[in-house]
Each structure stands twice: as C-alpha cells, then as structure tokens.
Nanobody, 119 residues
C-alpha cells in the first residue's frame, strides 16, 4: 500500500513563493513517477508537473513553465514543488500523485493541500 501526503500549502500574496512537499510512504519497493495536479473551485483537475523516478525527466504544464520547479529526494521518499511568482489564478487545491511504471495513469493520490494566492 502506498500513502501519499501533501503539505506546505497556505496563503500568499501574488508574486510570492511557496514550496509544497509530498511524502510517499511505500510499503513496496516499486519505483514511481510522481506528479502534481491542482483543482480550483468549479474547475476540473489539471496537470501541473511530473518527475521521473530518477529525477532526470520533468514535465510542466505551459502555465507553470518558468515559475514552478518539481524535484525529488528518493532517500526521503519526498517530492517537492517550488512555486514562484504565484498568481491569483494559481489558487487551488494541489494534489500529489504517484504512477507505477507498469501503468499509464497515476494510481495513488494524496488528500490535497490548499494554496491561496491573494491579489
């Protein structure tokens, strides 16, 4: 069983920064691609960023490129999302997710952490 828990959300003014953390408690020895998603009120969930198990491959949605950085520390089973130059449009619940290499979809999801960016 894999448990995914996000933290680090909060309230920040536009232009500010936040760093989200995601701890994945793995009861198996499988390797995962990790990703961040977000969902604003009344809006569907959207992809934010992802990182391969080795950390060598990253992807970002266009609105996040140049502002957000995803990284991971496998020794700590932790993934980070550094968010800079935050905009009110970034306000959402941010979710961390894990994808097994044997599947095409993310299998495990955290409970989400709220990020609120004021004008």
């Amino acid at each position: 069983q894999v448990h995914v828990v996000e933290s680090g959300g909060g309230l920040v003014q536009a232009g500010g920064s936040l760093r989200l953390s995601c701890v994945a408690s793995e009861r198996t020895f499988r390797r995962f691609t990790m990703g961040w998603f977000r969902q604003a009120p009344g809006k569907e969930r959207e992809f934010v960023a992802s990182i391969s198990w080795s950390g060598g491959t990253t992807y970002y949605a266009d609105p996040m490129k140049g502002r957000f950085t995803i990284s991971r520390d496998n020794a700590k089973n932790t993934v980070y999302l550094q968010m800079n130059s935050l905009k009110p449009e970034d306000t959402a619940v941010y979710y961390c997710a894990a994808k097994e290499i044997t599947t095409m979809a993310f299998n495990y999801w955290g409970q989400g952490t709220q990020v609120t960016v004021s004008s």
